[in-house]
């Protein structure tokens, strides 16, 4: 990929000091994240729970996926930082995901939400809405999904309006990133086309995420998770010969990842 | 496989026109397939999700893999198609069954059945001829589940009348597939051994034919749907060097299979 | 790692003729499994499905996964091994346990516990205590895990007590694994720590050695499971690049183990 290559330099050497300070901060982050093994709980999706566990994993967290609600808090209360995605929202879920966030409250870590396809259901709206009163770090999702989740136009000034009006960082994904906790805002430019023909790439960056919430603050964490899964995806295509190379090619490549990549490679304003 | 590349020369060559209209035909509803990025929904078994999601991504499709009963009608209407696949059928999916077929057919979308072990399991049997009044597009099945649904041997003439008597096409895979709608008959002779290696991979194949059944008619769409998975097969196992690297370059294979992979290789009769 | 490969001539040649015999045995057992196909039924996590079924089929044996209780009953009668691994203990899969144990009970087949996490779950490790009435063959788990059900420290000396007091093989895994029925005892020292990178690697491992214990005594059973699986982790990563293709690469090495690689690379004493 030398188009993405040359294009790569530039950005970088007009970006900001304290941008180019946030991926040296993502690089040190994931450095500590290997040595501190933090753990993560996350109430995902039955298509995302292996590559979650795999990606936190590869990226030095320890995972746990337990979703029934009697032992949701066990597992929740021994953990760094909480993941709540909504799909295949079944009845075990629904019950054990406000003891997490109320376990996770009550120890003062931080947990995200993943509203994913709740422009898709209106029952998985309602239950969107009613978990942000649970106070979450971060809301990452996709355009269509912010728009339904906030009643307004994904675009920057709204997704500062709804970060600030509940107090959290929205990670708005696409082909460029978006992230905002209301007074600083970010654009991550790295990823490649083929992280979106993999079920769950977002679901399970989403985790990562929320593994670095648990270190730092919500922005810088948020940014962090995108940029760094943004490059290992950049890494990967460029030894992936399709989709299923690819997804084995990205985890080795987050696995690896080191500050030399990140600096060399990170493109965000 | 230098003997697999020297019989593939042959049938075709002797092929009736029909027939290599319809290998040209499946690649071409490839390609649309990658335009149109239909959507379908799947209500399939745990095993079986990542897989099926991740097929339908390379293949250009769109997956939805809700399985509660109060959200799946809000994904099946929004569909091009359904697939119900009986495994791992907890209590959420069999209620949510009989709703999703429903929207489907009050939608005019077309849906596929997979009755997955019902030769194992007396309930599931129940289950599938029970959903076999809600007029599935197509059944798909290996021989001894399609001897279990029918009652009958898995001969091409008890296929035929079965999918005379429901007005489907019967797709019956193996070694060997047998596709039927009655009238009609094909038989696809691609694959490779280590496709039966991977868990779910007739599950998935599945998927694409619900896809493929949103475009055309039952009986093109489920010989399509196999004859492209067998070739995608064909064309991984030459790469692989066991099923963990097989299951890679299938989906790497699907992503890429252009009309010339297709023409040459399709054994169809 | 010529490190790992120097190291491992010498144990083989020192260690005693009883266990070289079980490389030998534990690589007739593996070719054994390719020709018989012997069917394992598994009630386990969402995590661990897919690849605990891919494994099985890797390894020449037939997996079955259903978790609904109605259904279990048929599918355990019909397998010639159980597996109960308490991962995302569901109310289904709580109502399922109890039923499939009785049916395999009732029909003399062996059944295995992973009592996964019981450590971190209070209701999960009750359960995994009344597991043990059902008179497992083998309880497979790591260190925290044994101290939790077991009540005492991961010892040799506790594990024997242990192993003897419930007529059971523990089979205690980590960086070195240690099997014992309560009479013999083996350590196994074959791995690589990339195997600790990938989820369910643990619980995949566990059907393996439930396919065995259908064939062959439960301490030979857990032993040649554990020791083949180690093999195969050390053949894999001598050409991944990472924790992604490592899993691949595993699935190869396991489908392709003969008896000259584990009889030259078995660690056991």
Redesign the interface.
């Known amino acids: 990929m030398p188009a993405e290559e040359s294009e790569m330099a530039e950005p970088q050497a007009a970006a900001p000091a304290p941008m180019d300070d946030l991926a040296i901060r993502a690089a040190h982050l994931l450095q500590r994240l290997r040595v501190e093994r933090r753990r993560v709980h996350a109430i995902t ?3 995302a ?3 979650t ?2 990606l936190l ?2 990226a030095g967290a320890t ?6 609600p ?2 949701v808090p ?2 929740a209360a ?1 953990a760094d930082a909480l993941l709540i995605n909504l ?6 879920r ?1 019950a054990a995901i406000p003891w997490a966030i109320a376990v996770a409250r009550a120890a003062h870590r931080p947990w995200v939400l993943d509203p994913v ?1 709740v422009d ?5 709206l309602d239950i969107a809405r009613l978990s942000l009163t649970g106070c979450p770090s971060v809301v990452r999702c996709n355009a269509t999904e912010f728009e339904a989740l906030a009643g307004a136009s994904a675009s920057l000034e709204s997704a500062r309006a709804f970060a600030r009006d509940h107090g959290l960082t929205v990670a708005l994904t696409g082909a460029r990133d978006l992230i905002t906790d209301g007074d600083h805002a970010a654009t991550v430019e790295n990823g490649h086309p083929l992280m ?5 790439m977002g679901c399970a960056t989403t985790a990562l995420v929320a593994a670095f919430a648990s270190m730092i603050d919500a922005f810088t964490a948020a940014t962090a998770g995108l940029l760094l899964c943004g490059i290992a995806g950049e890494i990967a295509s460029e030894t ?6 690819f ?10 990842l080191d500050e030399a990549a990140v600096a060399g490679r990170a493109r965000i304003t």
């Open positions: 999706n039955g298509a729970q292996v590559f566990a795999n994993l590869a995972p746990s996926l337990t979703t029934s009697d032992e066990a597992f021994r799909g295949t929202l079944d009845a075990e629904r396809f898709l259901s209106p029952p998985r979106a023909q993999i079920t769950a992936a010969r399709g989709p299923g190379t997804q084995a090619a990205f985890l080795d490549a987050l696995f690896s």
